[in-house]
């Protein structure tokens, strides 16, 4: 059927029952991703299915790691640079509503990750099936990088599932599971991995009915009165998760569902014109940059062998606990130790909180509790190949610990501190082997902060660096190596944010106006919500560490605070009352008037810190920086990180704003040295 065609991307096969078996499997990557060589390969051959009629076509991926993980987003980037973004679109949708025209029937079999690009070619088949295993996942997350499905993600799905099912799923990127995906009818049946493509045979000769009720609801939710209707609901559900000027890509999804008719072509023309619109705007521009960033984090910990099968955590208090609960869900062997099982206790129970939520199935969550074991006399840390101290910040008593785990440890032991502020050049000094001493300074909640602090100091070899950043890619985290100054990037930038708030708490600035402020900015959470959730004690203890080192004072109010009890939300009262986990934020007077400069004063002292940490050498790039601190702090995902930002808005206006606030308000908003690297004149799409 394909003589005289050679294709690099594709591999085809015609069976003696007429079925034509199409597998994806991209040269020179160990990933699908859909690039426009791929596309042109997939035109060619669907030509020629066109014109032979075959009895069927499969179509299915020969990568271990999944179906297709999305189009190309290095492609996307140099489109978007030379204006061709629209016609690269509708390329890609011309391809696939070849695909879905063909006079034969068609199913995709998937397998692993599938994700935008690969999902809206799976769309554009008849129909689907899936594997039946943890590894299936099926998502059209657009989104994440500031734009919405292009290849006809937007003009299918919802007819295939519902508009009520379909937009939420592309709205928050969600990935579904594979039995999600059959319960909400994305795909047809599902399949034991090793049977997938039997079944699909079989699946091409006997197609699967959509139930009625299926049908009738997705047919409604898509009819010009029900757009109508549903579009201003969730446009106003939308407005409450995010704004408009942050994020315009779920706004503008929703506009071209809303005025996408029953014609796939002018909704096709619509969803296009749509994408090439928002690929234009500094949201989508930041966002991809940092999709790019999270891939680099992701591959710090690559090439290298860890050779860590068994953690020992020290302090089983949250942080402690929680970091030992993670690594045993992520396959580690785990000891936990403590000065009485009545310590380690809450923190088992918490790891089978969450292992109940995260694996379901009982037998699972048993195998996940058995990695996970308490050890009150510390026997477990002489077959530690990682020991992990998560005790109170005290710089006498590490060092202490220390001391007593180095007499029992393995000679490639690696030793770590979970320390969020102490300089480790001096919790190193007493150690006889320091080179396999770092920080693995993790962010509460452990469970959902991706972020790893991987703290270096001048007597680390750099070999148990690597292995310690393969260990983070292990357990699922993002790695970044940092220096071991007070503070070191994260708790140092976003120290001067939190203080300024609580000072402008204390000055009488209500709290609801300051997390109104610092969310209009783009914040996820304000900053006197986020103390209560850290802990007023938290801020207190890493603010006097850090408050010397940075020229900063701890707000007044607060040591009476805490010496009521009032630590915050988990005494259910601080900076406010908290009930159900919910902060109960106070009414602000109607007639107060916010002050003008409050956004600045809590945001450019974070700038102005980040620019120091540049500086100072306390990660290796800006692009590193802004990475850490996005993922760490939540800084405004679609300003790209507070290098990005100053660029954006200009140097030397920001450093004037601060020259003015420190006339106004102290030294503390003098700016610091960096403001003349040349790193802030860069501007980068990766």
Known sequence: MFEGLRFNHWKTSEGDDGIVTLTLD???????????????????????????????????????????????????????????????IEHGQRVYEALARLPCPTVAAVHGACMGGGTELILACRQRIAADDDKTRIALPE????????????ARLPRLIGATEALPLMLAGKSLSAKRALGLGVVDRLARPEELLVEARLLLRHAAARPFARRAKAWASNTWLARQILAPMVLGQTSAKVRKEHYPAPFALIDVWKRGGSNIQQRLKIEARSVAKLAKTPTAHNLIRI??????????GGGVEHGIRHVHVV??????????????????????????????????????????????????????????RADVGGTGVASADLAIE???????????????????????????SNTSSIPLDELRKNLKTPQRFLGLHFFNPVAQMPLVEVVRH?????????????????????????????????????????????LLYSEGVPGPVLDRE??????????IELADTV??????????????????????????????????????????????????????????????DVQERMILPMVNEAIACLADGVVDDADLLDAGVIFGTGFAPFRGGPIQYARSEGVDKLKATLEQLARRYGDRFKPKSGWELAALAQTTDR
């Open 26 to 88: 991209r040269a020179g990557s160990s990933v699908n991703a859909i690039s426009r060589a791929v596309l042109d390969e997939l035109e060619q051959i669907v030509e020629r299915l066109a014109i032979e009629r075959p009895a069927g076509v499969i179509i299915h991926s020969a990568k271990p790691s999944g179906f297709a993980v999305g189009a190309d987003i290095k492609e996307f980037v140099e489109y978007a640079r030379h204006d061709t973004v629209l016609e690269n």
């Open 143 to 154: 989104v994440m990088l500031g734009i919405h499905p292009g290849w006809g993600g937007t």
């Open 291 to 300: 999709f790019f960033l999270q891939e680099r984090l992701k591959g710090q």
């Open 315 to 372: 302090g089983a208090g949250v942080m402690g606990g929680d970091i030992a609960a993670w690594a045993a869900f992520k396959g580690f062997e785990v000891t936990l130790q403590d000065r009485e099982m009545k310590f380690i206790q809450p923190a088992l129970d918490r790891a089978r909180a969450l292992y109940d939520k995260k694996l379901k199935v009982p037998e699972k969550v048993e195998a996940a509790m058995r990695r996970l």
């Open 390 to 416: 998560a005790i109170y910040e005290n710089a006498e008593a590490k060092e202490a610990l220390y001391a007593g785990i180095e007499s029992q440890f393995q000679a490639e032991g690696i030793l770590a």
């Open 458 to 502: 001048d007597r680390l070899d750099p070999g148990v660096e690597k292995r310690a950043l393969a260990f983070c890619k292990a357990i699922g985290k993002l790695p970044v190596a940092v220096k071991g100054t007070p503070g070191f990037l994260v708790n140092r930038i976003l120290m001067p944010y939190l203080l300024e708030a609580m």
């Open 518 to 527: 610092a969310k209009k900015f783009g914040m996820p959470m304000g900053p």
């Open 535 to 596: 802990g007023l004690d938290v801020c207190a203890s890493v603010g006097r560490e850090l408050a010397p080192f940075l020229g900063l004072e701890l707000p007044p109010g607060l040591d009476a605070r805490l010496e009521a009890g009032k630590r915050g939300k988990k005494d259910g009262q601080g900076l406010y009352v908290w009930q159900d986990g919910k902060p109960l934020k106070p009414e602000v007077d109607k007639e107060y008037v916010t002050p003008p």
